[in-house]
Antibody
């Protein structure tokens, strides 16, 4: 059974940094792209970014709202993907989900999410 | 960027009713569209991909269709466990935008 487990969320002040982790099991992790998606409290879903696989040079792409502040990386030896968030803003407050990208396209597995609160 | 809109934003229907939700893309995305269900307080779940392909384990009362840039999610007979918010998503190109969601509840 595929499981994605996020960790690292918490309360951080504006301008601060946080690193989220997502540990995967039950899949050949290195075969898949991994995306991060977030959801502000009571709001809709927002794509944050993507990390491709080794075959595609671990290439990344980001939403405009986080580009230059957030960095996605992965360690296939640890079956993990990471989201480094710098220069955090109050509008980054959200539940952050990691997702498995199926066929380079849609999300067939989601983690349970980790809450990031940016507040002074 | 491709914008996704959904209508209605919310609806209330009776158990057994046929429910239709529409998603429109601001430009052509072929059939690169997915539908997700998010029950209250839960994680989103994949229902449909490629506009009309039912994901494994999803009840057959759910179906999807496409016509140009308009996409439809249909629940043929609404059940109590279908109370949720439904989101469409474009995966044709980045940014992989979601629609704003349609909240479905029971009348």
């Amino acid at each position: 059974e595929v499981q994605l487990v996020e960790s690292g969320g918490g309360l951080v002040q504006p301008g601060g940094s946080l690193r989220l982790s997502c540990a995967a099991s039950g899949l050949i992790f290195s075969d898949y792209y991994m995306d991060w998606v977030r959801q502000a409290p009571g709001k809709g879903l927002e794509w944050v970014g993507r990390c491709r696989d080794k075959v595609n040079s671990y290439a990344t792409e980001y939403a405009a709202s986080v580009r230059g502040r957030f960095t996605i990386s992965r360690d296939d030896s640890k079956n993990s993907v990471y989201l480094q968030m710098n220069s955090l803003k109050t509008e980054d407050t959200a539940i952050y989900y990691c997702t498995r990208v199926r066929s380079g396209s849609y999300y067939d597995y989601w983690g349970q999410g980790t809450l990031v609160t940016v507040s002074s | 960027d491709i914008q996704m809109t959904q209508s209605p934003s919310s609806l209330s229907a009776s158990v057994g009713d046929r429910v239709t939700i529409t998603c429109r893309a601001s430009q052509g995305i072929s059939n690169y569209l997915a539908w997700y269900q998010q029950r209250p307080g839960k994680v989103p779940k994949l229902l449909i991909y490629a506009a009309s392909t039912l994901h494994s384990g999803v009840p057959s009362r759910f179906s999807g269709s496409a016509s140009g840039t308009d996409f439809t999610l249909t629940i043929s007979s609404l059940q109590p466990e279908d109370v949720a918010t439904y989101f469409c998503q474009n995966y044709y190109s980045a940014p992989r935008t979601f629609g704003p969601g349609t909240k479905v509840d029971i009348k």
